[in-house]
């Protein structure tokens, strides 16, 4: 089965900073590739996802790449806010019945 | 926040009982999902429907059953609960391709 390796698990960015998160998966047939932001107590938040046939999505201060030779995605933050502190959780889906595979997460903090 | 809800968000229950969690969906959307989350492992996925009926395990799927009986309803049943299962249930629709929306959680303790 698809397995989605997630880096790094905890992220400390000043407001302001970037902030990247990186994936891989292992399933070459793979195909959507979403990322979810889960706040404190809150259900996991959709952000933003890529599907294999682009290489970069952008929205507003984040934007995901997806290199599908080397089999790994990537989520950037722009000129990050004190609101984007986080869990971010990437995953793949695998190639039939739309079940996801979720990274471990990324608990991301932006210090004011 | 995608019309799911979850009953119930909270539970309590001893070991060896049996629990039931309800999935409600308002939108009649034909796959539904269920997954927990426990530190350090991110969201695993237990069993999952692509319709009414029809239900699949997922990875993490031992101790666990589905129905299906209504395009509204996916429930997940712990025939004996185990502390192992002590965990946050999450169920989840696709709407439109493949993006999957989450419902609220239920968090359950196994004591």
């Known amino acids: 089965g698809e397995n989605v390796e997630q880096h790094p698990s905890t992220l400390s960015v000043q407001e302001g900073d970037s902030a990247v998160i990186k994936c891989t998966y292992s399933?070459?047939?793979?195909?959507?590739f979403p990322w979810y932001k889960q706040e404190l107590g809150k259900r996991p938040q959709l952000i933003i996802d890529i599907r294999s046939n682009v290489g970069e999505k952008k929205d507003q201060r984040i934007a995901v790449t997806l290199n599908k030779t080397a089999k790994h995605f990537s989520l950037h933050i722009t000129e990050t806010q004190p609101e984007d502190s986080a869990v971010y959780f990437c995953?793949?889906?695998?190639?039939?019945?739309?079940?996801?595979?979720f990274g471990g997460g990324t608990r991301l903090m932006v210090k004011p | 926040d995608a019309g799911i809800t979850q009953s119930p968000r909270h539970k309590v229950t001893e070991t060896g009982t049996p629990v039931t969690l309800r999935c409600h969906q308002t939108e009649n959307h034909r796959y539904m999902y269920w997954y927990r989350q426990d530190p350090g492992h991110g969201l695993r996925l237990i069993h999952y429907s692509y319709g009414v009926k029809d239900t699949d395990k997922g990875e993490v799927s031992d101790g666990y059953s589905v129905s299906r009986s209504k395009t509204e309803d996916f429930l997940l049943t712990l025939e004996s609960a185990t502390s192992s299962q002590t965990s946050v249930y999450f169920c989840a629709i696709t709407r439109g391709g493949n993006e999957q929306y989450f419902g609220p959680g239920t968090r359950l303790t196994v004591t």
């Open positions: 399933d070459s047939a793979s195909n959507y």
């Open positions: 995953a793949a889906i695998r190639s039939a019945g739309n079940m996801l595979t």
